[in-house]
Structure formats: C-alpha cells, structure tokens
C-alpha cells in the first residue's frame, strides 16, 4: 500500500472518481473520525454533520481538513478512473437491489457487496490505525451502509415508491440509534433524521405522533449515555 496525503486535491480526485456519488468523501470523514479518536484519549466523540439528508454527512469531508486529518494514513489510491467509478456504481447498485440490508455484527472478514473496493481498502488501512481494527472496520462498514440506504430513500420519488420508501424507513429507523450510540450522529441530527423517516414509516397523523414518541424515546436512551 502506498503512503497518501489527505490534501484538498486528493479528496477532490476522490469526488471525480467517484463521477458524482457522494459516499466517497463519506469514507474521507470516516477516516478524519477514526485518526481524531486514536489521537484522543478515550475515544471522544467528534463533531457530526447537522442536516437530515446523507448529503451533509459527506460535506464536511470536501472542505480543508482538520490538522489532526491532515495527516498520512495507508490507502490504495485507483489509477484506473473510469474503472474506479464503475466499482462505485456497482457498489451503489446493491443497495439498489437489495435496499434491506441489515447491520452486520461482528468481525468482517469479506467485503460486502455493497462496499466498492476503493471504499474496502481506505476502510481497511484506517481500521488498523484504531485499538481494535476489526471493531472498528465493522462500525464503519455499517455508517457506510447506513448513510447508502439513507442516499437511496431520498431519491425515491414519493408518488411511485411509497412501499420501499415505507420498507426502507423503517429499516433506518431501527439503525438510528447505532448511530448516534456509536458517535456517528449527535442526538439532534438523529431526531430531525428521525422526524422525516416517520412521515414515511406511517400513514396517518395518529401513528405518526405515536411512532415518533416511540424513536425518541429509544434516541434519548442512547444521547444520554457517555
């Protein structure tokens, strides 16, 4: 594995590849996040984006770096463009295909199918710089996962897939608090997160009223623990 320098050109190289698809950068932010917590004693949590959409997740990751983020970490960097954006679409289609995909406990020991090889292997290299590699790879397979489903969900027109989006709201819904248990998200990103799933989990007010008391009170639960 070669020795990269995070700069602003890298990471723009890294959208181009990407040819559009934001979960790239989102690798970039799980990478800043992951040198920050080695850096810190006990693992603090680092700031979150603060928007509902998957968009934000991946923002902060195009702008300059913190210092500590700025630093070299192992990662293989494609030569290959057009072959680079393929595995990326590719990635992005089996999620597509199969939107349900549940969290993934446990050591990964196989990249999953929704996981280009570009994101497998910047994953991998900053898994190794963390306490417990296999832990932490697992954790950010599972944001990268995440914030796929929640890329897709946005883009379903709400006239022709109400189904899927109902089926893939509530499969975030029962996510959102292993994000922010995991320091992912702050509290009240996944609360308003939280707010636009339910106008789709539900059908009418009443249920919607109830089902939000209901995934608050399960975000809360985990906000409040250090």
């Known amino acids: 594995m070669a020795q990269v320098q995070l700069t602003p050109n890298a990471n723009r190289k890294l959208l181009m590849i990407c040819g559009g698809i934001t979960v790239a950068t989102l690798v970039l932010t799980l990478v800043a996040r992951t040198q920050m917590q080695a850096e810190t004693a006990g693992g603090t949590r680092t700031e979150s984006a603060n928007s509902d959409t998957a968009a934000s997740l991946v923002d902060k990751a195009a702008a300059p770096s913190p210092a500590p983020a700025v630093e070299t970490v192992s990662a293989n960097m494609p030569k290959d463009l057009p072959a680079a954006a393929a595995q990326q679409s590719a990635a992005v289609n089996e999620i597509k295909k199969q939107p349900v995909i549940k969290p993934i406990t446990g050591e990964i020991k196989e990249r999953p199918a929704f996981v280009s090889e570009m994101e497998w292997d910047m994953l991998k290299a ?101």
Not at 143 to 165: G, I, N
Not at 201 to 225: H, I, Q
């Open 126 to 226: 900053v898994a190794q710089q963390h306490a417990t590699p296999d832990k932490e790879l697992t954790r950010m397979v599972n944001f990268l996962r995440f914030t796929k489903q929640l890329e897709l969900w946005e883009s379903m027109p709400k006239s022709e897939d109400a189904a899927k989006r109902q089926t893939l709201a509530n499969e975030l819904l029962e996510d959102l608090p292993n994000r922010v248990r995991h320091g992912e998200l702050e509290l009240a990103d996944a609360q308003g997160k939280m707010r636009a799933l339910v106008q789709d989990a539900e059908s009418n007010d009443k249920d919607r009223a109830r089902r939000m008391s209901v995934e608050n009170t399960r975000l809360v639960a985990v906000g409040k623990k250090p």
